[in-house]
Nanobody
Framework: VQLQASGGGLVQAGGSLRLSCAAS????????VGWFRQTPGKEREFVAA????????YYADSVKGRFTISRDNARTTVYLQMNGLKPEDTAVYYC??????????????????WGQGTLVTVSS
């Protein structure tokens, strides 16, 4: 599975962006898809995850209530709707996926495939 992340950009604080993660060479059926973010000098941080078999969603406390992860009906694209953006949300956002589900969904090491990242910059 190859992943293509898109949708990043520059937005003012309080604004919204929608990131997309498209799968090529397969679908997300039966896969867990996650979004992580990273800033220079820091480790990748869990943002959200979508469990493919149950459609359950999981969020980091820092984004809960502001971000929404979802998947299209064709199971080829996962979205991250980001509302109420804050300057501290500025980061490169990566989508990732793995077959099945891990209870350690917040751990980047649990994922097998990664996209190239898309930069989100939130100005104050």
């Amino acid at each position: 599975v190859q992943l293509q992340a898109s949708g990043g950009g520059l937005v003012q604080a309080g604004g919204s962006l929608r990131l997309s993660c498209a799968a090529s060479g397969g679908t997300f059926s039966g896969y867990t898809v996650g979004w992580f973010r990273q800033t220079p000098g820091k480790e990748r941080e869990f943002v959200a995850a979508f469990r493919g078999d149950t459609r359950a969603t999981y969020y980091a406390d820092s984004v809960k209530g502001r971000f929404t992860i979802s998947r299209d009906n064709a199971r080829t694209t996962v979205y991250l709707q980001m509302n109420g953006l804050k300057p501290e949300d500025t980061a490169v956002y990566y989508c990732t996926t793995r077959p099945g589900f891990s209870v350690h969904y917040w751990d980047a090491n649990q994922y097998h495939y990664w996209g190239q990242g898309t930069l989100v910059t939130v100005s104050s």
